[in-house]
């Protein structure tokens, strides 16, 4: 489980959110599924798009020497400013060098 409460600032304007992300190994020590629920409010004032609730879900394949990392997930966010639900997929590839 991670999770994690963020702020800025930026000359009046603040932006605030938090994300929680809990998982578990499906595979022991090599294939892990995650859910996560954010929630992002770009000002604390008039709502924008920016301002919403989403969810995702994604997996992270571990190589056994532990030097490669695949991971993908989709995400929905629903942005009650202009009522939209958009999604986007991400893919990534993460590599050790020693």
């Given at each position: 489980?991670?999770?994690e409460?963020l702020?800025?600032?930026?000359n009046?304007d603040?932006?605030?959110g938090?994300?929680i992300?809990?998982?578990v190994?499906?595979w022991a020590d090599?294939?892990?599924?995650v859910?996560?629920g954010?929630?992002?409010n770009?000002?604390t004032?008039?709502r924008?798009p920016?301002?919403?609730w989403?969810?995702?879900?994604g997996?992270?394949f571990y190589?056994?020497?532990?030097t490669?990392r695949?991971?993908?997930?989709?995400?929905?966010?629903?942005?009650?400013s202009d009522?939209r639900?958009?999604?986007?997929?991400?893919?990534?590839?993460?590599?050790?060098?020693?």
């Amino acid at each position: 489980m991670t999770g994690e409460v963020l702020w800025t600032r930026r000359n009046t304007d603040d932006r605030a959110g938090f994300t929680i992300e809990p998982g578990v190994f499906v595979w022991a020590d090599r294939l892990e599924v995650v859910a996560r629920g954010e929630w992002f409010n770009d000002r604390t004032g008039p709502r924008t798009p920016a301002d919403a609730w989403g969810a995702a879900l994604g997996a992270t394949f571990y190589s056994f020497t532990r030097t490669v990392r695949l991971q993908a997930a989709y995400t929905l966010r629903h942005t009650p400013s202009d009522n939209r639900t958009p999604g986007w997929a991400m893919l990534r590839a993460t590599f050790v060098v020693e």
